[in-house]
């Protein structure tokens, strides 16, 4: 087992690997806590900004957008917040990329590994093949 420090807290703990790699268990737990008050938060005020929710939860907002791009939260199609697609740039509610990109690439991976036809079985040389000739008479 490997022994690190908290990049929060600065407690040492045993490191097991996982989603919070640099948090100890107590400051994961406490994270935990803070995503579900601002998943409640979002769920009441579905109006609310990432600014304005990060202010009411004390949650950095970096850390909001990193749940979001995460899949974990997501805002209503209502929503003022919209976050822009890696790839293209375009307005996203959740999620790293927007349907078109995600559609895209999972065609472009789809089709990188799609089956090439089988090539013919090449003959073997049979071990009584002879040329043979035939007599007439």
């Given at each position: 087992?490997?022994?690190?420090?908290c990049r929060r807290c600065g407690k040492l703990f045993n490191y097991i690997g996982g989603p919070y790699?640099?948090?100890?268990?107590?400051c994961i737990q406490n994270l935990?806590?803070?995503f579900a008050e601002?998943?409640?938060?979002i769920r009441d005020n579905v109006q609310a900004g990432i600014a304005e929710v990060s202010q009411a939860c004390d949650v950095s907002s970096k850390q909001i957008?990193?749940?979001?791009?995460?899949?974990?939260?997501?805002?209503?199609?209502d929503s003022?917040?919209?976050l822009a697609c890696e790839c293209c740039g375009a307005?996203?509610?959740?999620?790293?990329?927007?349907?078109?990109?995600?559609?895209?690439m999972a065609n472009q991976l789809d089709n990188l590994?799609?089956?090439?036809a089988a090539a013919a079985p090449k003959r073997e040389p049979r071990e009584n093949a002879r040329m043979r000739f035939l007599d007439k008479g």
């Amino acid at each position: 087992m490997d022994v690190r420090n908290c990049r929060r807290c600065g407690k040492l703990f045993n490191y097991i690997g996982g989603p919070y790699r640099t948090l100890c268990p107590e400051c994961i737990q406490n994270l935990e806590d803070k995503f579900a008050e601002v998943k409640e938060y979002i769920r009441d005020n579905v109006q609310a900004g990432i600014a304005e929710v990060s202010q009411a939860c004390d949650v950095s907002s970096k850390q909001i957008e990193q749940w979001v791009r995460e899949e974990r939260l997501c805002f209503a199609d209502d929503s003022p917040v919209g976050l822009a697609c890696e790839c293209c740039g375009a307005t996203i509610k959740t999620g790293r990329y927007c349907e078109n990109c995600k559609s895209t690439m999972a065609n472009q991976l789809d089709n990188l590994y799609q089956k090439k036809a089988a090539a013919a079985p090449k003959r073997e040389p049979r071990e009584n093949a002879r040329m043979r000739f035939l007599d007439k008479g």
